[in-house]
């Protein structure tokens, strides 16, 4: 039973690019969340995707955005870079009762490291 | 405001020595609780939840956290600490009846001694 995997597993962009990190949610699991992970502190919530919409965003600029797949997949893509953005990215999955909301603990990945040069 | 706080930045114990992680909580309600560990490099693995009931609540690896209304606790315990517990633990929390997003702490570091 695969569980959730991240890909790439690092990346390395300069400052005002853009970067596409994607998660496979483990199977079964139909909700994606993304968090932040900057060093020496714990994760920050993004946002949280599920019936291929955004169902909750955390305190993130519009430079983050995100796609969920009709297979459940998800996609987080960053905007205009910045040296601050250089954090572990945590892709977490889980699955949603009726009408969306879970009280199924979320089960994550092991993260793309994202450094910004 | 809402928030987690574990005030412990860093722990060190003794293999073989007991262990607890304290993890304090602000809301306005009782939230759903739980505890993940991290090793280095590694993403987060879920090591217990509660979501109600019974407040001592079991999860792998031997830890075990107990939930105190009174106190606004959620603490971690482990009666005997091995060397491959060394890592950084976190506790976090969902508003109950709106589990969406996991509010963190900042984290506990653990270092075991030979």
């Known amino acids: 039973d695969a569980g959730v995997t991240q890909s790439p597993t690092h990346l390395i962009k300069t400052r005002g690019q853009q970067v596409t990190l994607r998660c496979s949610p483990k199977?079964?699991?139909?909700?994606v969340s993304w968090y932040q992970q900057a060093l020496g502190q714990g994760p920050q919530f993004i946002f949280q995707?599920?019936?291929?919409?955004?169902?909750q965003r955390g305190n993130f600029p519009d430079r983050f955005s995100g796609h969920q797949f009709p297979n459940y997949s998800s996609e987080l893509n960053v905007n205009a870079l910045l040296l601050g953005d250089s954090a572990l990215y945590l892709c977490?999955?889980?699955?949603?009762?009726?009408?969306?909301?879970?009280?199924?603990?979320?089960?994550f990945g092991d993260g793309t490291r994202l450094s910004i040069l | 405001a809402q928030s987690v706080t574990q005030p412990d930045i860093h722990i060190t114990v003794s293999e073989g020595a007991s262990l607890e992680l304290r993890c304090n909580y602000s809301?306005?309600?009782?939230?759903?609780l739980f505890w993940y560990v991290q090793s280095p490099g590694q993403g987060l693995q879920l090591l217990l939840k509660?979501?109600?009931?019974?407040?001592l609540v079991q999860g792998i690896k031997g830890f075990e956290a107990e939930f105190k209304r009174s106190q606004s606790s959620f603490n971690l315990r482990k009666p005997s600490v091995h060397w491959s517990d060394a890592a950084e633990y976190f506790c976090?929390?969902?508003?109950?009846?709106?589990?969406?997003?996991?509010?963190f702490g900042s984290g506990t570091q653990l270092t075991v001694l030979p």
């Open positions: 977490a999955s889980s699955l949603a009762s009726t009408g969306g909301w879970s009280n199924q603990p979320q089960h």
């Open positions: 199977s079964g699991h139909d909700t």
């Open positions: 995707y599920y019936e291929e919409e955004e169902r």
């Open positions: 809301y306005g309600a009782t939230p759903y």
């Open positions: 509660y979501f109600s009931g019974d407040t």
């Open positions: 976090a929390v969902v508003p109950s009846g709106s589990a969406r997003q996991l509010t």
